[in-house]
């Protein structure tokens, strides 16, 4: 979220920061880390149950949800969110952003 304080300036009041991580761009930068990851389930409910037609639906949504698969083609890493911290100045209101943001 970013705010055009009054002097114009853009001020980021929440931004990610990707310095951690590389963020996958294309196909196939997550098809083997998924493929891995579905494998592993895979194996996991095979060695509880003797198919995975068995396995209870509770049991495969534990391991395959959205969040794990983001999680997963995000290289393990989530990117770190940084949110503006206010102080007694109010320094988005008039300044421009210089390390405004904490992680």
């Given at each position: 979220m970013i705010v055009h304080n009054?002097?114009?300036?853009?001020?980021?009041?929440?931004?990610?920061?990707?310095?951690n991580i590389t963020v996958p761009r294309i196909t196939e930068d997550v098809e083997p880390?998924?493929?891995e990851y579905f494998n592993r389930c895979i194996r996991e409910l095979l060695q509880k149950y003797p198919k995975v037609e068995q396995a209870?639906?509770?049991?495969?949504?534990?391991k395959i949800n959205d969040g794990r698969i983001v999680y997963i083609s995000m290289q393990n890493r989530f990117p770190?969110?940084?949110?503006?911290?206010p102080?007694?100045?109010?320094?988005?209101?008039?300044?421009?952003?210089?390390?405004?943001?904490?992680?």
């Open positions: 009054q002097n114009a300036y853009l001020f980021p009041l929440v931004r990610f920061n990707y310095r880390l998924l493929t209870p639906i509770q049991a495969i949504k534990e770190i969110l940084q949110v503006y911290k102080t007694t100045d109010n320094h988005f209101l008039l300044l421009r952003c210089e390390k405004c943001l904490a992680s």
